[in-house]
């Protein structure tokens, strides 16, 4: 199984951004998926989770400005962010929670991460 991230790039603030992270290999199901960030010198911290149902989590910086969703069909989750600024900068990494069949527990995968930076 692979994660791959994309969709990454150099903004000004206030412009918007599409990231797309995309799950292959032999996937049974995929629970929870989730976006991560980590900026320079901090610590990866969490952005925005998605549940198999749809169900959404965002972090408090990220409320109103971020939209997260998803596409089981094609194992692919979203990350549309809009209002960006400077404090948005950092690596973006995806994770998701995938059973490669049904009866051995769901195991955590994470992806590459693509790079976002906002220019002032």
């Known amino acids: 199984v692979q994660l791959q991230a994309f969709g990454g790039g150099l903004v000004q603030a206030g412009r918007s951004l599409r990231l797309v992270c995309v799950a292959s290999?032999?996937?049974?199901?995929?629970?929870?998926m989730g976006w991560y960030r980590q900026a320079p010198g901090k610590q990866r911290e969490l952005v925005s989770l998605i549940a198999s149902g749809g169900s959404t989590n965002y972090a408090n910086s990220v409320k109103g400005r971020f939209t997260v969703s998803r596409d089981n069909a094609k194992n692919a989750m979203y990350l549309q962010m809009s209002s960006l600024n400077p404090e948005d900068t950092g690596v973006y990494h995806c994770?998701?929670?995938?059973?490669?069949?049904?009866?051995?527990?769901?195991?955590?995968?994470w992806g590459q991460g693509t790079q976002v930076t906002v220019s002032s």
């Open positions: 290999g032999t996937i049974f199901s995929i629970r929870n």
């Open positions: 994770n998701a929670d995938i059973k490669t069949n049904p009866i051995v527990s769901s195991y955590t995968y």
